[in-house]
Protein backbone atom coordinates (compact mmCIF):
# COMPACT_ATOMS: atom_id res chain seq x y z
CA UNK A 1 0.00 0.00 0.00
CA UNK A 2 1.50 3.42 -0.78
CA UNK A 3 -0.10 6.54 0.07
CA UNK A 4 0.56 10.37 -1.14
CA UNK A 5 -0.30 12.99 -0.18
CA UNK A 6 -0.43 16.27 -1.73
CA UNK A 7 -2.64 20.08 -1.97
CA UNK A 8 -0.95 21.83 1.21
CA UNK A 9 0.24 25.18 0.32
CA UNK A 10 0.66 28.51 2.31
CA UNK A 11 -2.84 30.06 3.16
CA UNK A 12 -3.81 33.46 5.37
CA UNK A 13 -5.15 32.75 8.55
CA UNK A 14 -9.06 32.54 8.03
CA UNK A 15 -8.20 30.35 4.84
CA UNK A 16 -9.03 27.61 3.40
CA UNK A 17 -7.63 24.07 1.81
CA UNK A 18 -8.14 20.90 1.09
CA UNK A 19 -5.75 18.23 1.10
CA UNK A 20 -6.13 14.71 -0.76
CA UNK A 21 -4.56 11.70 0.15
CA UNK A 22 -4.30 9.12 -2.96
CA UNK A 23 -4.21 5.18 -2.09
CA UNK A 24 -2.75 3.07 -3.88
CA UNK A 25 -2.10 -1.08 -3.98
CA UNK A 26 -5.19 -1.08 -1.53
CA UNK A 27 -8.29 0.65 -1.48
CA UNK A 28 -9.19 3.94 0.95
CA UNK A 29 -13.03 2.18 1.07
CA UNK A 30 -11.86 -0.55 3.41
CA UNK A 31 -9.60 0.56 5.54
CA UNK A 32 -9.38 3.21 8.24
CA UNK A 33 -8.07 6.52 7.49
CA UNK A 34 -6.76 8.64 9.39
CA UNK A 35 -4.60 12.35 9.10
CA UNK A 36 -1.73 13.71 11.70
CA UNK A 37 0.07 16.36 11.56
CA UNK A 38 3.55 17.19 13.51
CA UNK A 39 4.51 21.33 13.74
CA UNK A 40 8.64 21.99 14.10
CA UNK A 41 9.54 20.61 17.31
CA UNK A 42 6.59 18.76 18.58
CA UNK A 43 5.43 15.11 18.57
CA UNK A 44 2.80 14.20 15.38
CA UNK A 45 -0.55 14.66 16.64
CA UNK A 46 -3.54 13.27 15.57
CA UNK A 47 -5.97 15.60 13.53
CA UNK A 48 -8.72 13.07 11.81
CA UNK A 49 -10.03 9.52 11.03
CA UNK A 50 -12.62 7.88 9.00
CA UNK A 51 -13.82 4.56 10.05
CA UNK A 52 -14.76 2.11 7.15
CA UNK A 53 -18.61 2.67 8.14
CA UNK A 54 -17.76 6.50 7.63
CA UNK A 55 -17.67 7.43 11.55
CA UNK A 56 -15.42 10.50 11.72
CA UNK A 57 -13.34 11.49 14.85
CA UNK A 58 -11.60 14.73 15.28
CA UNK A 59 -9.17 16.26 17.28
CA UNK A 60 -10.70 18.72 20.17
CA UNK A 61 -8.40 21.69 17.96
CA UNK A 62 -9.70 21.17 14.68
CA UNK A 63 -13.51 19.80 15.47
CA UNK A 64 -16.01 22.02 13.86
CA UNK A 65 -13.15 23.69 11.41
CA UNK A 66 -11.88 20.10 9.50
CA UNK A 67 -13.99 17.90 7.65
CA UNK A 68 -12.76 14.50 6.36
CA UNK A 69 -13.97 12.68 3.86
CA UNK A 70 -12.99 9.54 1.16
CA UNK A 71 -14.05 8.85 -2.69
CA UNK A 72 -14.27 5.22 -2.74
CA UNK A 73 -14.03 5.17 -6.38
CA UNK A 74 -11.10 7.50 -6.72
CA UNK A 75 -9.42 5.75 -3.66
CA UNK A 76 -9.12 9.01 -2.39
CA UNK A 77 -9.07 10.58 1.25
CA UNK A 78 -9.86 14.29 1.97
CA UNK A 79 -9.26 16.90 4.69
CA UNK A 80 -10.93 20.11 3.98
CA UNK A 81 -9.78 22.57 6.08
CA UNK A 82 -11.55 25.38 7.14
CA UNK A 83 -11.36 28.77 9.54
CA UNK A 84 -7.13 28.08 9.56
CA UNK A 85 -5.44 29.05 12.45
CA UNK A 86 -1.24 30.15 12.69
CA UNK A 87 -1.34 27.07 15.04
CA UNK A 88 -2.88 24.67 12.07
CA UNK A 89 0.77 25.02 10.58
CA UNK A 90 2.61 22.00 10.16
CA UNK A 91 3.09 18.98 7.64
CA UNK A 92 0.09 16.67 7.68
CA UNK A 93 0.23 13.35 6.79
CA UNK A 94 -2.41 10.34 5.81
CA UNK A 95 -1.96 7.18 6.85
CA UNK A 96 -3.91 4.05 7.07
CA UNK A 97 -4.37 1.13 9.69
CA UNK A 98 -6.67 -2.06 10.22
CA UNK A 99 -7.38 -1.75 13.86
CA UNK A 100 -6.12 -0.52 17.35
CA UNK A 101 -7.01 3.11 18.21
CA UNK A 102 -8.11 6.11 16.04
CA UNK A 103 -5.89 8.78 17.22
CA UNK A 104 -2.97 6.43 18.24
CA UNK A 105 0.15 6.77 15.41
CA UNK A 106 1.15 3.36 16.44
CA UNK A 107 -1.93 2.09 15.16
CA UNK A 108 -1.10 2.66 11.67
CA UNK A 109 0.62 0.63 9.15
CA UNK A 110 1.34 2.81 6.50
CA UNK A 111 2.23 6.48 6.12
CA UNK A 112 2.31 8.97 3.32
CA UNK A 113 5.36 11.58 3.06
CA UNK A 114 3.41 14.62 4.18
CA UNK A 115 2.17 17.72 2.44
CA UNK A 116 3.54 21.51 4.17
CA UNK A 117 0.63 23.36 5.25
CA UNK A 118 1.75 27.09 6.51
CA UNK A 119 -0.95 29.53 7.92
CA UNK A 120 0.28 33.23 8.05
CA UNK A 121 -1.53 36.28 9.51
Known amino acids: VQLQAFGGGSVQAGGSLRLSCAVS????????MGWFRQAPGKEREFVAA???????YYADSVKGRFTISRDGVKNTVYLQMNSLKLEDTAVYYC????????????????WGQGTQVTVSS
Open 95 to 110: AQRRGGSFDLKSSYDY
Open 50 to 56: IATGGSR
Open 25 to 32: GGTSSGYR
